[in-house]
């Protein structure tokens, strides 16, 4: 019997093997060089295209290297340094408190547990899963960003909006050992082909078994 909010179509394994294909080279688009840049990176990417994290990033990173520097930043020059990401005033806020528990807790470390990183300011499953899986190479969850969550829905894997639960169901039927490529590569997935408008269903490799849920044609 499927699981209650999951369609049986597609195949997952047709599904994984078609992203396989498709998105064999799709790595996290947020420039980064250790695990403490990715993650500001990702909190800063919130309602927010990666080109402009990428754009402010690059002198952000070069200003203030380590949690303790961003800890001691002041507020208000914080602000501005990241206010093109929008919702800079939140934002700041959540990446100063968190550097702040990474130097106070965490010996200026970005934490390599689940729980651990949930615990930091701005920091929820997304942002812990995708830092573990691509800093770290744990798979702890399935990243569940609008793109994944779109096309979760479209392929018929959820019948949820909320990332968490859409997460869940997904976590249920996609093997843990796909679980980083999987998250990376439905990313690209939806931020390249199956757009949340006018998604290029014809160029699809998976047009021949995707029920195509939700879409307008």
């Known amino acids: 019997m499927a699981k209650?909010?999951?369609s049986p179509?597609?195949?997952?394994?047709?599904?994984?093997?078609?992203?396989?294909?498709?998105?064999?080279?799709?790595e996290c688009e947020l420039r980064?060089?250790?695990?403490?840049q990715l993650l500001i990176?990702?909190?800063?990417?919130a309602q927010c295209t990666d080109e402009r994290v990428n754009q402010v990033t690059l002198e952000l990173f070069k200003k203030y290297p380590t949690p303790a520097d961003f800890a001691h930043l002041d507020q208000e020059?914080?602000?501005?340094?990241?206010?093109?990401t929008?919702?800079?005033r939140n934002k700041a806020k959540s990446v100063k408190n968190c550097c702040i528990q990474l130097v106070d807790q965490h010996d200026g470390k970005v934490p390599e547990e689940l729980d651990d990183l949930v615990k930091l300011a701005g920091v929820g499953r997304k942002t812990a899963n995708l830092v573990l899986g691509v800093a770290f190479a744990k798979a702890t969850g399935i990243v569940?960003?609008?793109?994944?969550?779109?096309?979760?829905?479209?392929?018929g894997f959820s019948k949820q909006k909320d990332g968490n639960k859409v997460e869940a169901d997904l976590l249920e039927i996609i093997p843990q050992e796909d679980w980083i490529d999987f998250s990376t590569r439905m990313i690209h997935h939806g931020r390249y082909l199956c757009k949340a408008k006018k998604p290029q269903c014809d160029s699809c490799s998976m047009k021949q078994f995707c029920p195509q849920i939700g879409v307008e044609v």
Not at 13 to 21: E, F, H, N, S
Not at 32 to 36: G, K, V
Not at 77 to 84: D, G, M, S, T, Y
Not at 144 to 155: F, L, M, Q, S
Request: hydrophobic residues 50%; positive net charge.
């Open 4 to 6: 209650k909010g999951v």
């Open 9 to 26: 179509v597609p195949q997952v394994a047709d599904v994984i093997a078609a992203l396989a294909k498709d998105h064999a080279g799709a």
């Open 32 to 36: 980064h060089e250790n695990a403490f």
């Open 41 to 45: 990176a990702t909190i800063l990417s």
């Open 77 to 84: 020059v914080l602000e501005q340094a990241v206010r093109p």
């Open 86 to 88: 929008g919702f800079y």
């Open 144 to 155: 569940v960003d609008t793109h994944v969550g779109r096309v979760a829905r479209r392929i």
